[in-house]
Structures are given as C-alpha cells and as structure tokens.
C-alpha cells in the first residue's frame, strides 16, 4: 500500500515561505496540504487565494486542500482556479454532499471529504464511490499542534474495511496530532496518507521526519 506524506503549509514560517516551499520541493513528501478555514465553521483564519496561488506557482508536487469553510460550493471553481489538485470539503458543511463532490470532480479536481472526530465513518456508506479521498480528522479542526484523538484508529479500521469490501482506491488520509510515534500505527489501520504540520516544520531536520512519517 502506498504511504503519502503531505506538509501542512499551516506549520510552516509564512516569514519564510518559499524557504519551507523548497524544502517540501526537495523532500521526499508528496503534496503540499494547505488549510483554508474561514472563523465560521472552524474558530481560527487561515489564509485564501493569494497565498494559495503564490505557492503553487513554486510547488513541485501536487496541492492537497482542505476546505474548514461553510458552504464550500461558493468557492470550488476559484480553489481549482487557484491551483487546487485535491480538494476536500467538510461532511459537516454541506448539506448536498453528492453534488459538492461531483462538481469537484467535473472541474477537473480530486474530490476528498474531511470527517470530524464525532462524526462516525458509517456516514459515507452512500457516497464513498463519488470519492477519491476520506479525511478523518485527528484533532478538532482550527489550529495546528494538537493532541492526537486515540479513537481515530477505530475509524481508520471500520473505514479501510468499508472501501476494501467495495474494491474501491479510495485513499484514507488522517490529520491532526500526526507524528513519527503514530504513524507506523495509522498505516497499519490502513491509512493511505498523512498530514503533518507541527511534526514537519518544527523539527530541526524535516527531512529526516519525513523520511521517517514515509517508513523510509
Ligand atoms: C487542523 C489542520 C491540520 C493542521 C495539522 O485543523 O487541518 O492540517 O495543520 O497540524 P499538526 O500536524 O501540527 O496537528
Ligand atoms: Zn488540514
């Protein structure tokens, strides 16, 4: 099974941003997560387009976004415009999920959709094959540097069982409180890819924790 590592540009010193932009460029990491949130669905503003689009003008590998917004449908064309290759909604924003995921797909983008810790996996049974990713949330959603939610492996299990049961590629993505201690652990549970913010960008090698978050 492939093991995916994606940054989360929240962590990284935006005083510096195309020194952590190269650094990913020249890691072993494979997309770039960038959080957008908005103070409404999540208690903390991130950052919007012009940041978005300035860094993938420099980023080699693939932008990964998560979308901590309401009503996420206002913005999906502007997200692709801005350089989106994945782009994940929140289960608990939208109201007309299968739509949301749908029109994602139609603009060209990798459909993903972001469950919070209290929302059970069972809520997907009915839209799993209009998407390419699942995000289960580790921590609640808004602020890097969390504890990791122990219960996330139980979800991980029940969810890697669902998608196998459907021979779908469905890839299982975990965010939150990630780090070198969970991650061979998460993979077994059957997770496809990690983010990583605080484990990445403040370490004093993050090359090396990304090698290591990789299972290099
Ligand atoms: C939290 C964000 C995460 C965050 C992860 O709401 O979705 O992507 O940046 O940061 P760490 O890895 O530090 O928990
Ligand atoms: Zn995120």
């Not at 739509?99 to 809520?123: C, D, F, W, Y």
């Not at 997907?124 to 995000?135: G, N, Q």
């Not at 990583?196 to 090396?208: C, I, L, R, T, Y």
Request: glycine share 6%; aromatic share 8%.
């Amino acid at each position: 099974m492939n093991h995916l590592v994606s940054p989360s540009m929240l962590s990284a010193d935006f005083a510096n941003l195309f020194r952590d932009i190269e650094m990913i460029n020249n890691s072993k990491a494979d997309w770039f997560h960038l959080d957008i949130m908005d103070g409404v669905f999540v208690p903390n503003i991130s950052f919007g387009f012009p940041v978005v689009e300035r860094i993938k003008s420099l980023a080699q590998k693939p932008l990964d976004v998560h979308l901590m917004i309401v009503d996420p449908d206002r913005y999906l064309e502007r997200f692709r415009d801005a350089g989106a290759d994945w782009l994940t909604v929140h289960y608990e924003a939208c109201t007309h999920l299968h739509r949301t995921l749908s029109q994602i797909r139609k603009l060209g983008m990798k459909a993903g959709v972001s469950l919070n810790p209290h929302t059970p996996v069972e809520v997907l049974a009915d839209i799993l094959e209009e998407t390419d990713l699942v995000l289960l949330m580790s921590v609640n959603p808004g602020f890097g540097g969390q504890k990791f939610i122990q219960n996330t492996y139980s979800k991980v299990e029940r969810l890697r069982a669902m998608i196998d049961a459907r021979k779908l590629d469905t890839l299982i993505q975990v965010d939150g409180g990630v780090d070198t201690s969970n991650a061979d652990q998460l993979y077994k549970a059957g997770v496809n890819v990690l983010v990583a913010g605080n484990a990445v960008f403040k370490s004093q090698n993050p090359h090396e924790i990304i090698r290591i978050l990789k299972g290099l």
